[in-house]
């Protein structure tokens, strides 16, 4: 049954609104631009909308600062007359748009995307222009909310990096002492659910992290790309990280560490390291103190993977400042820690109020004007 149009709006062919740009990029196009990227193909413009057609997903929908250079993988995507070119792009962000990209792939080796095919859909979109830069004004303020948070948040990273050294990298205190961690935290490695339980529709409300929910540029981890049920949980005896417990990835990215914004399980390869009540040491000092520490006597390269071996997780050292330097240190930290994992917050639920208006603008339910 198809759905209404809304007074006001008519339905095109996506054929009929955007088109690929295929601009083929020139040895002058890459010194002007200086790069020496060997696989670029096409040359993008300012403000061009682009997408990846590997993997196809919202945030692979991005509207260009600049001009740039591009393989075959990603379109370069431009409106026609009849559709405002923000509009296009939160038409092209929609869920039921990375839908059809998802069921238009092909190719058994790299599956892309077919254009073809999706330029084919049809789309209800409001005739007059006014409209459609009235629902893009809603939607945009709200991601550049969004995007002054991260920044805001990127900037405090940098300040908590700085304060580390400050105290004790630049400014060594002389009453110190090094311990294995083991003597200051409980190391509970993770394991890995068969592959059903991530398949499985309906139930996964457990997080489970994995190192690709590390970011070297985020303290937290807020939420994570995989889930699983509780019955899994329960089944396989997993150990749930409370919130603001360190997570330390030991596999694949040795080395990388976070915080938990909330609790979850982890998957092989990552450790939770729950502080001790023995010591005055604070989960944001470990955390700093592993960002910054340099595991390169630690690893072990294998023909598969690359590691700090598990069972000498427990042995690596970890200086302990005196608690007088520590409680200076955790009086001026803790209160940015506190407001990066407010703005995370903050983040989630401008996140979830733009994903809810956005089908609803983009289809007419909600009208602006």
Request: aromatic fraction near 10%; charged fraction near 25%; glycine fraction near 2%.
């Amino acid at each position: 049954m198809s759905r209404k149009v809304p007074d006001g709006w008519t339905t095109y062919k996506l054929e009929d609104l955007a088109y690929l740009v295929k601009d083929r990029c020139k040895k002058e196009d890459k010194n002007k631009l200086k790069t020496d990227m060997v696989s670029a193909e096409f040359i993008f413009r300012k403000g061009d909308i682009l997408f990846k057609r590997i993997g196809p997903k919202k945030q692979g929908v991005i509207i260009s600062k600049s001009d740039g250079l591009c393989t075959n993988d990603t379109w370069i995507i431009r409106s026609k007359d009849k559709i405002n070119q923000d509009f296009l792009f939160y038409l092209l962000k929609s869920k039921r748009f990375i839908n059809l990209c998802i069921s238009s792939i092909t190719g058994a080796v790299i599956p892309r995307a077919d254009w073809y095919f999706i330029s084919k859909s049809t789309w209800a979109i409001p005739v007059n222009k006014n409209e459609q830069q009235a629902i893009v004004s809603i939607l945009s303020c709200i991601d550049d909310k969004i995007i002054l948070l991260y920044k805001e948040n990127e900037t405090l990273t940098k300040i908590l990096d700085t304060c580390y050294k400050l105290y004790f990298t630049a400014k060594q205190t002389e009453k110190k002492q090094t311990v294995p961690l083991s003597d200051i935290a409980e190391i509970i490695t993770g394991k890995t659910a068969p592959i059903e339980e991530y398949n499985k529709k309906e139930g996964k409300t457990v997080k489970i992290a994995s190192v690709r929910d590390f970011d070297y540029s985020k303290i937290y981890i807020t939420d994570t790309k995989e889930h699983i049920t509780q019955e899994a949980v329960d089944k396989m005896h997993y150990t749930i990280a409370p919130a603001n417990t360190v997570l330390f990835v030991y596999e694949m990215s040795p080395g990388k560490v976070a915080l938990t914004d909330c609790p979850m399980v982890t998957k092989s390869a990552i450790a939770q390291l729950r502080i001790k009540d023995n010591t005055y040491i604070n989960p944001e000092y470990l955390y700093l103190y592993l960002k910054n520490l340099n595991y390169d006597a630690l690893i072990v390269s294998h023909t598969i993977v690359t590691a700090i071996n598990k069972s000498k997780i427990g042995d690596i050292p970890i200086v302990i400042p005196d608690k007088e330097t520590m409680d200076k240190f955790t009086e001026q930290v803790v209160p940015l820690f506190t407001k990066v994992k407010t703005n995370n917050y903050a983040i989630q639920t401008l996140e979830r109020l733009r994903d809810a208006l956005l089908p609803a603008l983009m289809s007419g339910k909600i009208r602006v004007v």
